[in-house]
């Protein structure tokens, strides 16, 4: 069996993110830093190839764990990255609202709603931003097993890992 070399395995990954991003002629990325390992690997991935001032992480909260929120605003103080807070419970709940005397709304929509919203956020700061492409944060397993969101979290699929 290989041993796997993972400061070679980080360093190519931080090569193709670099090189991604400026293939695309970008200058930035953007990510949703939820507090779990997927995003804060990714955020320091990213902050490593394109330097700490090209990574903004968004804080974004959907009636979510606080501990979430605040485990997100530790991990871009230690990475020293641009992190802004969007609380969307209010759109999440005035789209529920909206949407009521249309359609009955289910568990599972309603759940899927939310990573959509946050998809919609990073697109649009990064499309806002100019320049600033939207990194994804899903891991392999996630996606092998279908543990997604479609147009959610699925929104940005890391090429590197197929």
Avoid at 22 to 39: F, R, T, Y
Avoid at 135 to 141: D, Q, S, V
């Amino acid at each position: 069996m290989r041993k796997l070399d993972y400061k070679k395995l980080a360093v190519d990954i931080q090569n193709w993110i670099k090189n991604y991003v400026m293939a695309a002629n970008a200058e930035s990325v953007v990510l949703g830093l939820s507090g779990g390992i997927d995003s804060a690997v990714t955020a320091a991935l990213c902050s490593n190839a394109l330097g700490k001032e090209n990574v903004i992480g968004l804080g974004l909260p959907c009636e979510s764990v606080s501990q979430d929120l605040e485990d997100a605003k530790l991990i871009a103080k230690v990475l020293d990255i641009d992190f802004k807070i969007i609380d969307l419970t209010s759109v999440y709940n005035k789209f529920l609202e909206v949407m009521e005397p249309i359609v009955k709304t289910n568990k599972m929509a309603s759940a899927n709603l939310k990573p959509r919203l946050r998809m919609i956020t990073l697109y649009f700061h990064g499309q806002s931003k100019g320049n600033c492409l939207v990194a994804g944060t899903g891991n392999r397993a996630e996606h092998a097993i279908g543990y997604f969101t479609k147009y959610g979290d699925l929104g940005i699929i890391n090429e590197f890992l197929h």
